[in-house]
C-alpha cells in the first residue's frame, strides 16, 4: 500500500533528452551531466496499488525450452531459429535475487504457449509442440512458493485452423486443473492465448480469430475456470498494441472493442501488452529502440492514449473489472524517468498491475533485460 510522502527535496544527477536540456554537444559528442532538484511535495498519494504492483514474466520458451532468442541467429515468425535449454527454477542464486523483488506475479506465457503441450493431456504431442513437463511444472510451483509469487498462467488456445478444429474444447485446461487440484496447486489468475489479436503474424494469416468467435471461446474458458478452480482470477485477451498503429491491422486485429462487446461472461481483469519501442528482432516495428527514442518524453504518449481507449471500453463493457498492463518494457537505467512518469499516469488510469518483460535473457527483440535489474529491484 502507497503510504503519504514527507515533503522533501531530492538532489540528483540525471541524462535528460536533447528535446529538454540538451544532454550533449552535438559536435564533440560529449554528455554534459545536470544536477537537477526535484520536490516531492504531495501530502497525500494519488492512488493506491496492489502490493504486487510491480511484476515480472518468464516466457515459456525460456520455462520450456523452446525457440527462444538466446544465440539464435535468425527469426521465424517472431521466435528464435534454435531450441534453448530449460530453465531451472530450482538454483539457490535465483532464489536470492528474486527474493529480493518482494511480493509479486508471475506471469508465463509468450508466442510458445499457444503450442505447448501438457503432460496431462490425453493426446498425443504434435512434432512442433512445446512440451511441458511433469518436473517442469511442480518446480515452477515450488519456485512461486518459495519467494512469494502468485502465479498468472497463458493457457492454450492454439486454434489455428478454425475450419478444421470447430470451437476451442476444455479438455485440457480441465486436465491440468484436476492435477493442481489433486496436488494443491495454485494458478491465480488464468488467461487464455497470448496476443490473440496477433496470430496473424506469429501463426499465419487464416490463423487470426474474429472478435465474435473468440469471445465465444472465452465465455466457455471463463465457465471452465469457475467451475475448477473459483477462487482464481481470468484475465484477458492481452491484445498487442504497437506505437502509432495500435492493435496493427484494421479490422482484422482491432478485436479489443468487438470482443468485449460480444463477450457474455464477467471478465476479472481486461489485460494488454505494450512496448514503446522494439528492436530489430522484433517481427514488427514501428518505434525503433534508438537513443533518442529511449529519451524521449513523447515515447509514452501512445502508451497513455492506448490506456485511456481501453479505459472507456472497460466502463462501457466489463465496468467491475481492472486494468493490467500484462506484458511491457521500460525499465532500464536510461529509462528511469519514463518508468516514473508511466507509473505515475497507470495510477491515474487505474491501472493495478504492471508486467515488466522477463528476467534475465539477454534479448527478446523488445528490450533487452538481465540478471543485473533483478538486483537493482
Known sequence: ????????????????????????????????????????????????????????????????????WEGSKGTQRGL????????????????????ALGSAYVRVGGSEADKVHYFTSATPASADSLELTQEMWNQLHGFCQR??????????????????????QTNEVEALLE???????????????????????FHGFTSQPSAKNL?????????????????????????????????????????????LEHLKEKIDIID??????????????????TLDNILSPNSLTYYEKYALQLRKLRDQHQPKAQLWTGETGLSTMRRTSQTLR?????????????????????????TKPNWRRLRAH
Open 147 to 168: 519467494n512469494d509469487l502468485a502465479l498468472m498462467f497463458t493457457m492454450k488456445y492454439g486454434l489455428f485452423e478454425r475450419r478444421k478444429q470447430g470451437g476451442w
Open 215 to 259: 469471445a465465444k471461446d472465452y465465455d466457455t474458458f471463463i465457465r471452465c475456470v469457475r467451475q475448477y478452480s473459483p477462487d482464481s482470477l481470468v484475465a484477458g485477451h492481452g491484445s498487442a498494441f504497437w506505437p502509432r498503429i495500435g492493435e496493427a491491422v484494421k479490422p482484422i486485429s482491432n478485436i479489443s472493442a468487438p470482443f
Open 1 to 68: 500500500m502507497m503510504q503519504a510522502f514527507n515533503t522533501f527535496n531530492l538532489r540528483i544527477r540525471a541524462l535528460f533528452s536533447y528535446r529538454l536540456v540538451r544532454p550533449w554537444n552535438r559536435r564533440n559528442r560529449q554528455r554534459q551531466h545536470k544536477t537537477v532538484s526535484i520536490s516531492l511535495n504531495k501530502a497525500s498519494p494519488i492512488a493506491k496499488v496492489d502490493a504486487r504492483f510491480l511484476s515480472f514474466s518468464i516466457d515459456i520458451s525460456v520455462l520450456a525450452g523452446g525457440f527462444w
Open 272 to 289: 494488454w501488452h505494450y512496448y514503446p519501442f522494439q528492436s530489430s528482432r522484433s517481427p514488427v516495428r514501428t518505434r525503433a529502440a
Open 80 to 99: 528464435g531459429t534454435q531450441r534453448v535449454e530449460p530453465l531451472d527454477l530450482s538454483q539457490p542464486a535465483l532464489d536470492n535475487l528474486v527474493n
Open 179 to 201: 492435477y493442481c487440484q489433486a496436488n494443491q496447486q495454485k494458478i491465480d489468475i488464468f488467461e487464455l492465448g497470448n496476443e490473440l489479436n496477433a496470430y496473424w503474424a
Open 342 to 366: 508511466s507509473i505515475r499516469f497507470l495510477l491515474l488510469v487505474g491501472r493495478s498491475i504492471r508486467a515488466r518483460r522477463k528476467i534475465w535473457s539477454k534479448s527478446h527483440g523488445k
